[in-house]
């Protein structure tokens, strides 16, 4: 994989996935019509989660080593990083969970009260696996662990890095079946994939050219990744093991779609605007899809949302990052 390209990218991968993602919330709320290629398309687009997930692996130990967090400290590491997502994060999501409190929840006042400090906090999802927001407390964890993460990779020889994998893959697994863990199988599902990124960032990054015949292996394998998992998701099954199984498949797809990526093509300026604001604009189109399918107007819109929301979702979240910006200034973060 040609990691200095792929930085180079980053920003437009960030911005075709934000948009990908709201394709596949929308995918998830419409009832549309079965068009092959196009629906395996939009029926997978929670990748996107896995794509943000292998990047900010990789960024984060490319940060850290340039840094050196390991030998001054991780204060200013963990002061930066949660910085940048609980602030956008309070931003919308106080507003948020205020209006699901006093419009989608009956009870008494403290009763209400109560259960906005326990979404607003994430002890919903931990608890109960249910979240509008669960990918801000996806990342936090992860954040939170990656300087143990980054230890161990640093540490562990080529050998090893496989059954670290492996390990991680079966406690995905395993999450399914766990007390209170199996509530968010959708995140630790994901924790591979971060780990990959982790030790794409911590190895030798000496880029290789890939080969015409080589290109053409790739892209039949994610091809046929692409059918497989996409036929998985169209079952709608809930079983969870399936589920778990097939966010799996995510983790091979992320990493052969990205090193294709990163070996041609460049960034692409709209995308790259994008994803500059990329967290805003997941924020943002959730919590307002959410409250349209209360009030009943995601089927009065219809197909017509997937115009509607990625603009209304991408002006709202341009004045969040203002907004962000400001307050980080403010309190001098």
């Known amino acids: ?35 092959p290629i196009v629906t395996n398309f939009l029926c997978i687009g929670n990748m996107g989660v896995d794509v943000f997930f292998f ?33 956008p994060y309070l931003c919308v999501g106080i507003p ?14 403290p009763h209400r009260l109560l259960r906005f400090l326990a979404d607003l906090s994430s002890a919903t999802f931990w608890l109960r696996g249910m979240s509008t927001t669960w990918y801000v407390f ?11 993460l980054f230890t161990i990779v640093s540490s562990t020889g080529r050998k090893q ?15 399914a079946y766990l007390p209170v863990i199996k509530n968010s199988i959708v995140l630790w599902s994901r924790l591979p994939v971060f780990t990959l990124g982790i030790i794409l960032g911590t190895r030798d990054r000496t880029s290789y050219a890939l080969s015409r015949s080589t290109r053409i292996c790739l ?11 996409s036929s998985m998701a169209l079952t709608n099954t809930q079983n969870k093991i399936f589920i778990v199984c097939r966010l799996l498949l ?7 779609l990205l090193t294709l990526v990163s070996d041609f093509g460049n960034g692409l300026r709209f995308f790259e605007l994008l994803g500059t604001i990329s967290l805003e604009i997941y924020l943002v189109h959730i919590t307002i899809l959410h409250p349209l399918a209360y009030w009943g107007y995601v089927e009065r819109f219809n197909n017509r949302l997937y115009l509607i929301l990625p603009f209304v979702s991408v002006a709202i979240a341009w004045l969040v990052k203002q907004l962000s910006d400001i307050t980080r200034r403010i309190i001098h973060l």
Do not use: D
């Not at 670290?164 to 079966?170: E, K, N, Q, S, V």
């Not at 892209?219 to 998992?229: C, K």
């Not at 995510?250 to 990493?255: E, G, L, R």
């Open 55 to 87: 990047l900010s692996g990789l960024c984060l130990s490319l940060s850290a080593v340039k840094h050196k967090y390991s030998v001054v400290g991780w204060k200013a590491y963990f002061k930066r990083r949660l910085s940048r997502v609980l602030i």
């Open 1 to 35: 994989m040609n990691v200095e390209q792929l930085l180079k990218k980053r920003n437009t991968i960030y911005g075709i996935c934000a948009l990908w993602i709201i394709f596949f919330h929308l995918y998830r709320q419409l009832a549309c019509p079965n068009i």
């Open 219 to 229: 892209l039949v394998v994610l091809l046929l990744l692409f059918w497989l998992t």
């Open 161 to 175: 890095l496989a059954f670290l994998i492996t390990g991680m893959a079966c406690f995905a697994v395993l999450s």
């Open 96 to 109: 948020y969970y205020l209006w699901s409190a006093f419009f989608e929840r009956t009870g008494s006042l």
């Open 138 to 148: 996806g990342i936090i964890i992860f954040y939170l662990l990656f300087p143990l």
């Open 250 to 256: 995510f983790a091979p797809m992320t990493v052969l």
